[in-house]
Nanobody, 122 residues
Framework: QVQLVESGGGSVRSGGSLRLSCVAS?????IAWFRQVPGKEREGGAR????????EYADSVKGRFTIARDNAKNTMYLQRSSLRREDTAMYYC??????????????????WGKGTQVSVTS
């Protein structure tokens, strides 16, 4: 089992930037960032594969969010810029053992962090 711990959340003004971190207990094949607003289904935003170093993004965050990794620190990062009020959510990192063609299915991930809250204000 891979243990994941998110950090870096907080309050930021609209148009600002924020970087989230996800520390993993071990190497992972497939890491993704999800977010969830109360009352709505959890949605994926970005994913990265260590085996092929592939990155993919949801249309809603493409061009604003960047996913990266630091192998020495076993840490994944989600750099967010041009933040909007719609980006306010609880953000989670997740780990899986497969790289499916279909994006951001929660059932494809085996381990989840507790999440970190991000609030974007006007």
């Amino acid at each position: 089992q891979v243990q994941l711990v998110e950090s870096g959340g907080g309050s930021v003004r609209s148009g600002g930037s924020l970087r989230l971190s996800c520390v993993a207990s071990g190497d992972t094949y497939h890491i993704a960032w999800f977010r969830q607003v109360p009352g709505k289904e959890r949605e994926g935003g970005a994913r990265i594969s260590r085996s092929v170093n592939t990155k993919e993004y949801a249309d809603s965050v493409k061009g604003r969010f960047t996913i990266a990794r630091d192998n020495a620190k076993n840490t994944m990062y989600l750099q967010r810029s041009s933040l909007r009020r719609e980006d306010t959510a609880m953000y989670y990192c997740a780990a899986g053992t497969v790289w499916p063609e279909e994006l951001f299915r929660a059932s494809d991930f085996d381990d989840w962090g507790k999440g970190t809250q991000v609030s974007v204000t006007s």
